[in-house]
Structures are given as C-alpha cells and as structure tokens.
C-alpha cells in the first residue's frame, strides 16, 4: 500500500470519527401549536348584531365623537406623550438589531499602515553594537469571510428583522392605546363636569328646602329636629360639592399626563362637549379580518415568526462551518524598497470547523429558542382570544346599555316632577317633611345614575374602536414588510 493511499484512507477514517461525533439536536421540539381563528366560536354571543363592511374604524376614529377639541388634544398627545417616546426607542433599538444581524452576514475587509521608530538595548542586539535604530514601515489589508453554508446568518437576519416589525407594529398598538386612553380620559372630565354641575345643583336644591325649613320652624309647622335634618342636608351636599370639584381636578391632571405636559395644561382644556356614541354594528367579515385589523395581533404574529427562525439559525449551529481568512500586504525597514518581492507578504487560510463535544452548550441553545417559540405562539393565541372577547364582551353591553339610558331618563323625569311637586306642598305648609327628603335623595341619585350610564356608553363606543384595532391596517406599515407566514411551525 503506497503512502498517498494510506493518507486517503486515515483521512476518510477521520472525517467518518468526526461526523459520527458532532453534536446532535436529536430529540428537540416546539409544542406551541397556534389557534385557529374560524375554532373560536362567537356566533350565539354576537347574534342580532348589525352587521356592515363599514364598521372597521377609521384610523381618526374620535372624531366620529362629535368634539373637535378632543382631535387636537390626541394629536397633541401622539406628539408629546413620552409613551410614545418610548414606542419609537424601542422601534429604533430593534431596528438597529436587524441592521447589526444583516451586517454580520458580510465580508469584512480592513487595512492598515504604520510606522515605527525603536532602539534596542545592547543585550537585545544580536550584533552586539549597542546603538542599533530601526525604523520598520508596513501596510496591509485583511478579508474574512463566513460561508454560511446553511443559512443560519440568514435566518438571524431574518430573525431579527422580524422583531423589528413587530417592534413597528408596537408603535401603532401604542398609538391605538394612547389616543383610547386620551378619549377616555377627555370622556371623564366631561363626565366630572356633569358631576359638578349635579352636585351644585343638588347643593341649591338643600339651600332651598332649608330656606323652606326655616319659614316653616318660624310659623310653628316644623319642629328644631326637622330643621337641624335640613341643615345636616345641606352640609352634606357641601361635601359632595367638594368632592366632585376635586375629582374634576383630578380628571383634567390626568389628562394633562396623558398629553405629556405639566398639569396646568388641564386648566387650559375647555369643558368637553356631549360626545356622542358610535353605532352598535360589526364588519361582516369578523373574525377573519380581525387578526389583520389589530396592531397586537399583527406584532405577536411578527414575533412567532422571528422565534421560528431563531430555531433554524440555532440549527445551523450543529453544522460544519467554512471559513476564510486572507491577508497581503509589506513590510520594510527604512532604506529597503516598501514594495519589494523581500518587503511582501501574504496569507491565505481556509478553516473547517466541526462541533463534536461542547458539554451540551448547543442543545441547551436550542431548547431554549424552542421555549422562546413555544412562548411565542402561547402569547399570540391569549392575544387572539383576548381580541374575540374583547369585541364581543363590549358590543353586548353596548346593545343593551341603550336601553338602561331610556328606562334611567324616564326614572329621573319622574323623579324630578316628583320633587316639583313635593317642594311646592312643602312650601305651602300642606307637605310631609319626610317625602321631601326622599324624594330629594331619589332625585339625586337618579340624576348621577343617568349621567354615569351616558359616560359609560361613551367608554364603551371608544373601547369597541380599540377592539376593532382603531383602523390599524398592516400593509400601512411599510411597503418593504410583507405580512408573517401563517402559523404551521
């Protein structure tokens, strides 16, 4: 046997040892399986539901409210609001990621130039002179350069890239949030407003009925314990005047936080306008369209995506890798020709390498972006059925909402001719004492019950908006991001 063909054989002996001993992710799965959104069953719940192609919102969905000041004061928020601030850094960071992760897909080249003057001491002189000068001149330019035989660069690239569209998708899920929680916000200072007003009126209505009282204590008909009643009424009235002046300041600071300004900035906000509530109606082509329709949906479809391909570059990590590494250049001392055939020099080395023991360091890589994924898809489904529920739990109170308004409105015109009437007797010397401050109390009560069921119907047109993704549609994003794949990982 000739010596080549021993090297041939020892060499195909070592290349099957190698093979034979890398590391394996044998074993390794996802479990997360999606949820189908045609499985999450919503016909019973949202049957009787007006349905039309034209209830998806727009993407200026409060100005269907009916306030031009509450326009301004979203634009103003989206503008200055530090929660946007954030948004867009985080949008900027994962941005950057993807950049970083495309750049490490490509050559490297650099170059570099020097000189350098030295003395050597008489011990460092082989010619034993002990005034040795030297001046050394070099100028070169490296190459390296990663194969990426199995694309794992590509798919963290890819990887990357799909968590930065998620983290844009993020930047119109917290527009969505911010310009809700500003029309909720203007929606309860408007409703403080009426609280006031109710509490000051109710405040003149016990002046009144003290100022009866006291007539009717002076003529003899009232007892002192009657009017002392009175007089407790009133002060009581004064405290809830109080209060509802300190959650109207209340009520316009938090909206002052929510623009991204000092508080005074609420002080300047005129009184809100009746808003008035969006009609109870859903797209016929719900939930198909939902999962395109909401920014959250959209960004945790973005991040399923990214873990798949997490766990295919962490796969390529198991592969052999090829390499290559090259440098030319020269390198003179002063006096001898720079670029000489002696002065240059060069070197070119290829590199195979081959995982074989790495104590389970890729494994554990490996299952740990396959937790990623599993954890991925598990926060997608809680967010799809989240959506469903949110759309259905809001239309339904929405659809009834409306007729506990038109039953509490004629409770409290019946209330009010009540007390009319009550008052008038009263003051006439014929009424009974006791009927006034109940009716007084009832009068009250249904009064702020009427004012809280029109805010709360006011809460709930703007939440159906947010449900319904605020008009957020996914090819507005950018025209260089198409939609993630379907979820069949």
Known sequence: MSSKTLRTGLS??????????????????????????????????????????AAWPKSD???????????????????DSPDMQIADARAHQASAAAYAADAARMPTLD??????????????DPLGQGDAY??????????????????GQRDAWEAALGQARAAEVDQQAAQLTLSADVARAYSDLGQAH????????????????????????????????????????????????????????????ALAVLLGKGPDRGNEI?????????????????????????????????RVEAASKDIAASKTQFYP??????????????????FGSASRFFNIA?????????????????????????????????????????????????????RQIGAQQHATEIAQDSYNTVVQRYGSGIGNYLDVLSIEQQLLQAQRQLANLNAEQIDLSIQLMQALGGGFQAETIASANPAPAQLTH
């Open 12 to 53: 195909l002996v070592l290349v099957s040892m190698i093979l034979a001993g890398c590391a394996s992710y044998s074993g390794l799965n996802t479990e997360g399986k999606s949820v189908d959104a045609k499985t999450l069953k919503a016909g019973q719940s949202l049957s009787g539901v007006t349905l039309s192609p």
């Open 61 to 79: 969905w409060w100005k269907s409210l009916g306030d031009p000041q509450l326009d301004g004061l979203i634009r103003e928020a989206l503008h």
């Open 111 to 124: 170059a570099s130039a020097g000189i350098s003057r030295s003395r050597l001491a008489k011990d460092q």
């Open 134 to 151: 030297a001046t050394v001149r070099n100028i070169s330019a490296s190459f390296n350069y990663n194969f990426d035989l199995w694309g």
């Open 194 to 253: 009426i609280v006031y007003d109710l509490s000051n009126e109710d405040l003149k209505r016990t002046k009144q009925m003290l100022d009866l009282s006291q007539r009717r204590l002076s003529s003899g008909i009232d007892s002192q314990y009657q009017f002392q009643q009175t007089e407790s009424l009133e002060a009581s009235s004064e405290a809830s005047l109080i209060d509802a002046e300190k959650r109207l300041n209340s009520a316009k600071i």
């Open 270 to 302: 005129a009184r809100p306008k009746i808003l008035q509530a969006s009609a109870v109606a859903l797209p016929s082509v719900l939930p198909a369209e939902l999962l395109g329709r909401r920014p959250d949906l959209v960004a945790a479809r973005w």
């Open 321 to 338: 890798n090829l390499n290559l590494t090259a440098a030319a250049g020269a390198e003179s001392l002063l006096g001898d020709a720079m």
């Open 350 to 402: 290829p590199t195979l390498s081959v995982p074989i023991f790495d104590g389970g360091r890729l494994r554990a890589n490996l299952d740990a972006r396959d937790a990623d994924y599993d954890l991925a898809v598990a926060q997608y489904n809680k967010s799809l059925v989240k959506a469903l529920g949110d759309v259905s739990d809001t239309i339904n109170q929405l659809r009834d909402i409306g």
